[in-house]
């Protein structure tokens, strides 16, 4: 195996040249940098997007109800939908496959500052939700609970409101709850202090005061209508199948034209995760693609400069050859330099690369503010130790050719070799 | 210890063939000391590189230490080479980046002696050649008549039956070339063959046998 002449006797041939040393590890060296970076990067931007997704549920569908652009059994085109409260009983019997059902709506009217504690004011959405829909988009509950089914089925007066909301409106850590909002003109009680988890889906959801589902249609009047639905399907079943479904049955409950597109509006969030996740495996590839060609550029580098090195060492070879040195062991020698200069090369690359990234995400996630698309770019352990084998691995190959060909020459023509 | 029965070689040069051995017979004995004589072009390089199993013949049978050794392949080669046989070069051929004492203690790396071992019998070998207090030097340090004495160092560390010497003298001035050629009889005292190919007849004459060539023959003066 390798052993202290071997590696004297690598330094001491690396050494002969320096500058055509460096110039061969700096090709390797940055073939696996630029690999590290580009791999960082992708994984920093996949991070940051699918944080942005935060706990929400990706097997769901939101549809709301928009105007018919058909006539249909007797009704004009250009006619207002609005879903009703019984249309959640009437999905969920017909359609097995719906896991959650959660009917929204939001409060409107109210210009300007609707919501007033004091001398406290501030302009926020009003959201009626069903205890349901925090397994959709869960939220994290910083201070009480979110709605429960009690306050559904008592119309309890009560709203549970967001740290944007909760930063307006009282002072720094005073307690919320139990305290009273007007809200629209009427008061209710804080039973709950959250912060989202999620990222921009539609709007931002610390700056929402979110009312029981019934409470909300009652207060304000909204009888038995419903805004939209948030549904997510059962495990295995694509939400697509159940969008289908979903469009079909409120079609027939509202008397829509089944070719009427327009008349509802809908969004599946699998379709669009799915989209991205293509996305990324696509970045993924590239970056493996013109990662491995750096990489391999680098090594073919060691190859062409290890031929160098031998068509030089010609005559030391034949010497060694005279005194004693088998075939093998030139062969090793000359592989050993290879692997040493391709794994040393690649390591520094390695080194470099990691510190660069990590650099990034230090002041990623550090500096403050909002990053959006990109947090946390990240290499995981098992992609260096893939690295250092591929790199020996590459390494042996890059030996190969001129080790093969150190012994191909005669050791008399080595010998002859001026 | 060697015996050639009817060696030929011949070379290719282009579509031609050049005939450099044509039939040699020849019998060194255990602790002889030989000179090869000739003019260039004679054969007697191609007759020693064929000795010292450096090059491949085309007929005949060349016996070492009652080995056959024919059409080998550069392991088994190497083998034997590092077995039974010392070089020393005109041009001396040491490696330039390893110190005088590494020098001689390569052919002992490659048999697989521990380093500790092996360092201590090169520097046993360096005394033997006057040459301890130069064991760090490297070869760019050193003149011509103490590399040749480094070679010489090296080429016997393996304790060999046979020392193979191409104009071991070609490259020295005449005193030096005498020091040397001291060397290689105390060596050749010990009982080691010792094979010199020269074209110097002063050099040649130190021997116990001179072998003349001409001509790729073997012929009596």
Redesign the interface.
């Given at each position: 195996m390798i052993?202290?002449?071997n590696i004297k006797?690598i330094y001491?041939?690396l050494m002969?040249n320096k500058l055509r040393t460096a110039l061969t590890v700096f090709g390797v060296s940055w073939g696996v940098f630029m690999l590290l970076i580009m791999l960082g990067s992708g994984k920093g931007l996949e991070n940051g997007v699918t944080q942005g997704f935060g706990d929400f549920a990706t097997n769901s569908m939101f549809v709301w109800s928009k105007r018919t652009s058909m006539p249909y059994k007797g009704f004009p085109r250009g006619r207002n939908i609005n879903f009703t409260n019984r249309d959640i009983a009437a999905l969920k019997s017909s359609i097995q496959e719906i896991d959650i059902i959660a009917p929204k709506i939001q409060a409107y009217g109210g210009e300007g500052n609707n919501v007033i504690r004091g001398k406290e004011v501030g302009a926020f959405s009003i959201n009626g939700d069903y205890p349901d829909y925090n397994r959709i988009d869960p939220v994290k509950i910083l201070q009480g609970r979110f709605i429960n089914n009690k306050d559904i089925t008592d119309l309890r007066k009560v709203c549970v409101i967001g740290d944007r909301v909760y930063k307006i409106m009282f002072k720094p850590n005073e307690n919320a709850i139990g305290k009273y909002l007007k809200i629209n003109g009427v008061y209710f009680k804080v039973v709950g202090v959250f912060k989202p988890k999620s990222k921009d889906m539609g709007e931002d959801k610390s700056e929402v005061v979110i009312l029981p589902f019934t409470t909300l249609q009652k207060v304000y009047n909204y009888g038995d209508i419903i805004g939209y639905f948030a549904i997510t399907a059962k495990q295995n079943i694509p939400v697509s199948v159940v969008e289908q479904k979903v469009r079909t049955r409120l079609a027939e409950l509202h008397s829509i034209h089944p070719d009427d597109k327009l008349a509802l509006g809908g969004f599946n969030v699998e379709k669009q995760f799915k989209q991205m996740k293509g996305i990324f495996t696509g970045i993924n590839i590239l970056v493996w693609i013109v990662g491995i060609g750096t990489l391999l550029a680098g090594v073919i580098g060691v190859s062409n400069i290890m031929l160098v090195i031998v068509k030089e060492r010609t005559?030391?070879i034949g010497?060694?050859?005279?005194?004693?040195?088998?075939?093998?062991?030139v062969i090793t020698q000359i592989i050993y330099e290879a692997v040493i200069i391709t794994v040393f090369s690649g390591l520094l690359g390695l080194t470099a690369g990691a510190w660069v990234v990590e650099l990034v995400a230090y002041f990623v996630n550090n500096g403050g503010g909002d990053t959006g698309m990109f947090s946390n770019p990240e290499i995981n352990f098992s992609v260096a130790i893939k690295a250092i084998i591929v790199l020996s691995v590459s390494g042996i190959f890059a030996g190969f050719v001129p080790a093969k060909r150190a012994?191909s020459v005669?050791?008399?023509d080595a010998?002859r070799d001026e | 210890m060697i015996i050639l029965k009817n060696i030929n070689k011949s070379y290719d040069i282009g579509d031609s063939k050049l005939h450099v051995l044509k039939g040699i017979d020849a019998h060194i004995k255990q602790g002889e000391m030989v000179a090869i004589m000739g003019s260039s072009g004679s054969g007697k390089s191609t007759l020693l590189n064929i000795l010292g199993l450096l090059d491949n013949y085309d007929n005949g049978e060349y016996y070492l230490n009652d080995i056959l050794v024919k059409d080998l392949n550069e392991t088994k080669a190497a083998k034997l080479r590092s077995k039974f046989l010392g070089f020393v070069f005109q041009s001396f051929n040491l490696i330039s980046f390893k110190t005088a004492v590494e020098n001689v203690a390569l052919p002992l790396y490659y048999q697989g002696v521990k380093r500790k071992k092996r360092n201590a019998l090169a520097l046993e070998y360096l005394e033997k050649v006057g040459l301890k207090d130069w064991a760090k030097h490297l070869p760019s340090e050193l003149s011509g008549g103490q590399k040749q004495r480094i070679a010489i160092a090296r080429a016997l560390i393996s304790n060999p039956k046979v020392i193979l010497a191409d104009e071991p003298t070609g490259a020295l001035d005449t005193t030096t070339s005498y020091e040397v050629m001291q060397i290689f009889k105390s060596i050749n005292k010990q009982g080691i063959s010792v094979v010199i190919v020269t074209h110097e007849s002063d050099i040649a004459q130190m021997c116990d046998r001179v072998i003349n060539l001409k001509d790729g023959l073997i012929i009596n003066i």
């Open positions: 052993d202290l002449d006797e001491a041939s002969q005559k030391e010497i060694k050859r005279a005194i004693g040195a088998s075939p093998k062991s012994v005669k050791p008399i010998l | -």
